[in-house]
T-cell receptor, first 110, second 115 residues
Framework: DAKTTQPTSMDCAEGRAANLPCNHS???????VYWYRQIHSQGPQYIIH???NNETNEMASLIITEDRKSSTLILPHATLRDTAVYYC???????????FGAGTILRVKS | GAGVSQTPSNKVTEKGKYVELRCDPI?????LYWYRQSLGQGPEFLIY????????DSGLPNDRFFAVRPEGSVSTLKIQRTERGDSAVYLC?????????????FGAGTRLSVL
């Protein structure tokens, strides 16, 4: 079973920041938070991952709370092409078995 | 560079038939994964290869499902005596070495329809 809880769906206006929350209250010390997204009819795409420090790359930022029980994925300037299902996954750094939940459907609207 | 390639993109078969699904990982990636995704659900892990050997096959649903990776590159997922419930998108992913900082890169999947 997935170790994360995410809202079923969210809407975001084009050009605004999209903030996607994830709860992972049972995360253990050696487990990372990974984010993937899946655009319709495509395979999942890696976005970002982190352990306890906040992380940023060209796609997004990941903010992890100090107690590591929750995190937020931030897409700073959402575009229509960011409409997708976003999956928050908790796994060891080796991440050999990704356990996907239902994810959050993000709809970016013009 | 080329990503993970899966063939065919679509496969329609009849109940009881045998099917093979192929995955070409990113060149140089030693770790390869198979997942299955039913409509409206997230992908579900099936099997993980490190090189030629199956390091974790705990997700294979039953003995009708089998996967091989004989030369540590291309992998084939084989399904015997297909059932209508096997209809799904079968996804393949690869990663550099399955080790520290492992990032899995996915193909577009093979959509299997069992009539």
């Amino acid at each position: 079973d997935a170790k994360t809880t995410q809202p079923t769906s969210m809407d975001c206006a084009e050009g605004r920041a999209a903030n996607l929350p994830c709860n992972h209250s049972t995360i253990s010390g050696n487990e990372y938070v990974y984010w993937y997204r899946q655009i319709h009819s495509q395979g999942p795409q890696y976005i970002i991952h982190g352990l306890k420090n906040n992380e940023t790359n060209e796609m997004a930022s990941l903010i992890i709370t100090e107690d590591r029980k929750s995190s937020t994925l931030i897409l700073p300037h959402a575009t229509l092409r960011d409409t997708a299902v976003y999956y928050c996954i908790v796994t060891t750094e080796y991440g050999n078995k990704l356990v996907f939940g239902a994810g959050t459907i993000l709809r970016v609207k013009s | 560079g080329a990503g993970v390639s899966q063939t065919p993109s679509n496969k329609v078969t009849e109940k009881g038939k045998y099917v093979e699904l192929r995955c070409d990982p990113i060149s140089g990636h030693t770790a390869l994964y198979w997942y299955r995704q039913s409509l409206g659900q997230g992908p579900e892990f099936l099997i993980y290869f490190q090189g030629t050997g199956a390091a974790d096959d705990s997700g294979l649903p039953n003995d009708r499902f089998f996967a091989v990776r004989p030369e540590g590159s291309v992998s084939t997922l084989k399904i015997q005596r297909t059932e209508r419930g096997d209809s799904a998108v079968y996804l393949c992913a690869s990663s550099l070495n399955g080790g520290t900082g492992n990032i899995q890169y996915f193909g577009a999947g093979t959509r299997l329809s069992v009539l």
